[in-house]
């Protein structure tokens, strides 16, 4: 604003300059031929004062009657003096002033009056004669004004349209239009309040896809854990009838109805827990706490022992590669052992006891990665169909630890890699 007002005042100064040189050549052109008329104007009211001095036979000190004649016309200013003082000054009637002040002062042609007494000098000239010289210097300084007050309405009215778009662009993003840029426009407040709106559009655009992704990945999960849900507990709701009804033959039938139903009842177990550590790791946790930074070795060693021993209390042999470094990393204790659960789970569950299990630790670039390597059974295991909640969870937890996990699901042979970044970089 403060440059807005000096450029203002510079243009109504530059026009003030211009309009003074126009004036001045036109109100040249105007008293040039208006001199004549004024001389001649003046001239009758010296006729007009020399008639009433010899009408009345005044003296040149009978100043009160020459005032009276000076009254009756106000049109114009007149001065009478003689070679040493000044008779009458109708501009200071009260407080004539010195000869040399008159002179000085006043503007006009000198005229020679004769009293009875006496004879003396009158200078007359019309008040209203210079008139339109102080109705142009009003009309430049009113047009200076304005133009400053024009310019700084331009600049106001220019933020003003600008305040207007952005009040037009923010009913835009309140109607769900989050993909709608405001307009920055300049590099003052406003422009950075824009800026600033933009950075709150994406922000929330950004937010809204997440929490998008989140419910249809619930959706999902809720579609295929109904269905998964629905065929153990129909089966069980089947034999659960048959026993009641006592409709089986023998004894053995009866066992393996029970059997049947042990088996569904565990699978829906399964599913019950995995729909638990679901709701318990949904990709919108935040601020989990990482350990303060270790060597890998001291991290992973001891978990990794225990994974080994669960294995090979299950029938596994494990085939550990542990290429051990001084490579620092931060980690969540509670989500690592987890995520350990989880692997060991699926082992288990899908993996061919007589294949060793490849269990290895390896620092590769700015990141330590610890990998499972199994092969399939090649088994058909109705009761421990895959829903993949467990390793979407271990995706989160992953990404809750700043790292990073990747499967390599092939025919014969499953693969799951976990990356930790190095402490002080991220994935």
């Not at 001199?35 to 009978?62: C, F, G, M």
């Not at 409709?247 to 019950?272: A, C, F, G, M, S």
């Not at 699926?346 to 330590?368: M, W």
Request: with cysteine; proline share 3%.
């Amino acid at each position: 604003m403060l440059i807005v007002v000096a450029i203002a005042a510079i243009v109504a100064l530059f026009a003030t300059t211009i309009l003074i040189q126009s004036a001045d050549n036109m109100l040249a052109d105007f008293y040039s031929g208006y001199s004549e008329k004024v001389t001649e104007k003046n001239e009758s009211y010296i006729d007009k004062l020399q008639n009433y001095i010899d009408r009345r036979d005044l003296k040149s000190t009978d100043v009160k009657q020459i005032r009276k004649w000076a009254d009756r016309h106000p049109e114009i200013i007149v001065s009478i003096y003689r070679s040493n003082a000044t008779i009458y000054d109708s501009s200071l009637p009260d407080n004539p002033t010195s000869v040399e002040e008159t002179l000085n002062t006043m503007m006009g042609t000198t005229y020679k009056v004769k009293f009875s007494d006496t004879s003396a000098f009158a200078i007359v000239y019309g008040a209203k004669d210079y008139q339109p010289f102080s109705l142009v210097e009003i009309g430049i300084v009113v047009i200076a004004f304005a133009l400053f007050l024009l310019v700084i309405f331009i600049a106001i009215n220019q933020e003003v349209r600008y305040i207007r778009r952005l009040r037009d662009e923010v009913g835009i993003l309140q109607t769900g239009k989050l993909d709608y840029e405001i307009t920055v426009k300049g590099d003052d407040e406003l422009a950075e309040l824009a800026r600033g709106l933009n950075g709150m559009r994406v922000s929330l655009r950004d937010q809204m896809q997440v929490e998008q992704n989140l419910l249809k990945a619930n959706k999902r999960m809720v579609t295929g854990m109904s269905h998964d849900i629905r065929t153990p507990l129909t089966s069980i709701l089947l034999y659960t009838e048959i026993l009641k009804s006592h409709r089986w033959q023998t004894e053995d039938q009866l066992y393996d109805y029970i059997n049947r139903i042990d088996q569904k009842t565990h699978r829906l177990k399964d599913l019950t827990d995995h729909l638990f550590e679901y709701s318990l790791v949904d990709g919108n946790d935040q601020g989990v706490t990482l350990c303060e930074p270790e060597p890998a070795k001291v991290l992973f060693y001891d978990i990794l022992s225990e994974v080994s021993a669960t294995l090979t209390q299950h029938g596994f042999q494990c085939e550990p590669d542990f290429r051990w470094d001084h490579s620092v990393i931060r980690i969540n204790e509670d989500y690592v052992a987890r995520i350990m659960d989880n692997i060991v789970s699926n082992i288990v569950k899908y993996a061919d006891p007589e294949v060793p299990i490849l269990i290895r630790v390896e620092t590769a670039g700015s990141q330590v990665i610890l990998r499972f390597r199994n092969k399939k059974s090649g088994e058909e295991h109705p009761t421990t169909a895959s829903t993949g909640i467990g390793l979407q969870n271990i995706a989160n937890m992953m990404q809750q630890m700043n790292g990073t996990s990747s499967v390599k699901d092939e025919k014969d042979e499953f693969t799951i890699a976990l990356s930790f970044p190095l402490d002080g970089t991220v994935l």
